[in-house]
């Protein structure tokens, strides 16, 4: 199993989060998997695009509000989870 962070132009605190959110998430999983978080110029969000194996993407978009370890690991984790990889 690997977590490669492939992108980020998150600001670092921002980035600190959602990269130890997002590799608690992940956990275990087998597979590899590339990880990108993205800050979309002149928009304050939060974008995690996520590759795993099997075909397996997926993207989140967060408010800066919710750039926290709590809401980005439930919502990675659950959605990981619904897709039984």
């Not at 998430?25 to 996520?50: T, Y």
């Amino acid at each position: 199993m690997a977590i490669r962070i492939l992108y980020s132009s998150l600001a670092p605190t921002a980035q600190a989060v959602a990269e130890h959110a997002t590799r608690a998430a992940i956990g275990s999983r087998p597979g590899d998997w590339s990880v990108c978080f993205i800050e979309p110029p002149r928009q304050p969000l939060c974008v995690i695009v996520i590759d795993g194996p099997n075909g397996f993407t997926h993207t989140w978009c967060f408010d800066p509000d919710d750039v926290r370890y709590e809401i980005i690991r439930g919502s990675v984790r659950r959605d990981l989870s619904e897709s039984a990889t």
